[in-house]
């Protein structure tokens, strides 16, 4: 198992001593979230993107690089092609819910020309007319759905240029910043709970994860953002805690479940356990609406995030006395 994961690879059993560090003005500014303890990896505000997503990997095959999650590398790029790439997906999402919507003008246009007794001239025109629509849906919906994939593949060399996000394997956060990388170890940061004006009288809340020994900071936009709700954001937390933890298996959401198998950890969890593989994948977005959202809302609700951090104990200056002080003394 060391062989698939390196030395730097993050455990949760195995935190090393860490210097003192951190940034006071922030913890003044902002709530720095605990370490340790992750139990709800579920964020119902996404869980229909993830839904969507995990559904493009219809078999094993599909779960090649360069797509933005997976049980190596977690993106937090936001460079031109991986915005393009949010829009083909969008415009897939669009053409497919647009299809099913089309029915009832279709149903309502043949019950009008039945009832107005039909001839040749207005069959064609209703055909025509739809024909149409449904071809415009078509393009949406395979060019975005395969422009998508395509893009990843061409693209692919392109995209890691920019390395931002964090690596399971490796239990390290890059950074690119211009044309340089900043790179730390994942136990180097401290978690963020940030919030700006929502401007409704309101506040959006995000995760920003902020290196302890520098001014380099990560904004997490990667999959949530401005989320209204607090506990979407701990959420959040727990599930990267749990991505980077090599001693527990890669988080039980949709994003990830494509690539379980291909992660040692990850997959001997599952065997052990009899989990279904397409667990997630057979559920639409629909069903999660109708049979499943609430539930996972009462649950997020009802779950306390608020427990001692488990990082401290090892930080100098926290939960570590600091090292002392060379000390002297002047000799008259």
């Known amino acids: 198992m060391r062989d698939d994961y390196q030395n730097t690879a993050y455990r949760s059993d195995a935190i090393p001593v860490l210097p003192p560090g951190g940034h006071p003005d922030m913890d003044k500014a902002f709530q720095r979230l605990p370490w340790g303890h992750y139990q709800y990896p579920v964020m119902p505000n996404t869980m229909e993107t993830q839904l ?38 969008v415009l897939y999402m669009c053409a497919a819910l647009a299809f099913f919507i089309s029915f009832l003008p ?22 025509q007319v739809f024909l149409y629509m449904y071809l415009i849906f078509a393009a ?9 994939l395509l893009l990843a593949h061409l693209t692919n060399k392109r995209q890691r240029a920019n390395p931002t996000g964090l690596y399971r394997r490796e239990g390290i956060v ?27 009288g309101g506040r959006y809340f995000n995760l920003v994860l902020q290196h302890r020994y520098s001014k380099h900071q990560l904004w997490m936009k990667g999959l949530l953002t401005d989320a209204m709700d607090q506990k979407e954001v701990y959420a959040y937390w727990d599930m990267l805690q749990q991505y980077m933890d090599v001693t527990r298996p890669l988080p039980d959401v949709p994003i990830f479940e494509p690539f379980r198998p291909r992660d040692p950890v990850t997959a001997q969890w599952d065997e052990r356990t009899g989990r279904d593989s397409f667990k997630w994948r057979k559920i639409s977005p629909e069903a999660w609406r109708e049979n499943h959202e609430k539930t996972y809302r009462d649950r997020l609700r009802s779950t306390n995030f608020h427990h001692p951090c488990i990082l401290d104990a090892h930080i100098q200056g926290r939960g570590l006395p600091l090292p002392e002080e060379p000390r002297g003394a002047m000799l008259a």
């Open 52 to 89: 969507a997503y995990a559904r493009l990997f219809e078999d094993e095959s599909d779960a090649e690089d360069g797509h933005p999650w997976g049980e190596l590398v977690f993106s937090v790029s936001k460079g031109f092609l991986s915005g393009l790439q949010g829009f083909l997906h």
């Open 140 to 148: 949406c919906y395979f060019g975005g759905k395969y422009g998508r």
């Open 106 to 127: 279709l149903i309502v246009s043949i019950l009008s020309v039945i009832v107005n007794r039909p001839d040749f001239h207005s069959v064609i025109a209703l055909v």
């Open 174 to 200: 890059r950074i690119k910043e211009g044309k340089e990388v900043f790179e730390a170890p994942f136990i180097e940061f401290d978690a963020y709970l940030v919030h700006t004006p929502s401007g409704r």
